[in-house]
């Protein structure tokens, strides 16, 4: 199970960060990733982490503003968001599977199978 939590309302520039608890998984042996849905818009992959950690992927959109991460021990994946515009708003999704590649990162919505219900971001004057 995946719950979000962390989003809300900030004004252009400012920051949010977004938490993901993954009870009942056995994280270290997950990738994840973070992806958002506009209204009116498709969802969209946003931020990628693999199972060991090491490798990272960013929608272009977002590079240099958006940092994901994760802890095992607490079983947390955060996406810290800073610099945030309004284009950043949407329903944001976190994203799990177990993956037997150390490295990889999975950035379609089809790799993966276990969802959370989402955490709305409004960046708004």
């Known amino acids: 199970q995946l719950v979000e939590s962390g989003g809300g309302l900030v004004q252009p520039g400012g920051s949010l960060r977004l938490s993901c608890a993954t009870s009942?998984?056995?994280?270290?042996?997950?990738?994840f990733g973070w992806f958002r849905q506009a209204p009116g818009k498709e969802r969209e992959g946003v931020s990628f982490?693999?199972?060991?950690?090491?490798?990272?992927d960013y929608l272009n959109s977002v590079k240099g503003r958006f940092s994901i991460s994760r802890d095992n021990d607490k079983k947390m994946v955060y996406l810290q968001m800073t610099g945030l515009k309004p284009e950043d708003t949407g329903i944001y999704y976190c994203?799990?599977?177990?993956?037997?590649?150390?490295?990889?990162?999975?950035?379609?919505?089809?790799?993966?199978?276990?969802w959370g219900q989402g955490t709305q971001v409004t960046v708004s004057a």
């Open positions: 994203a799990g599977r177990r993956s037997t590649w150390p490295r990889r990162v999975f950035t379609r919505q089809r790799d993966y199978d276990y």
């Open positions: 009942g998984a056995n994280m270290p042996h997950f990738a």
């Open positions: 982490i693999s199972q060991n950690d090491e490798n990272k």
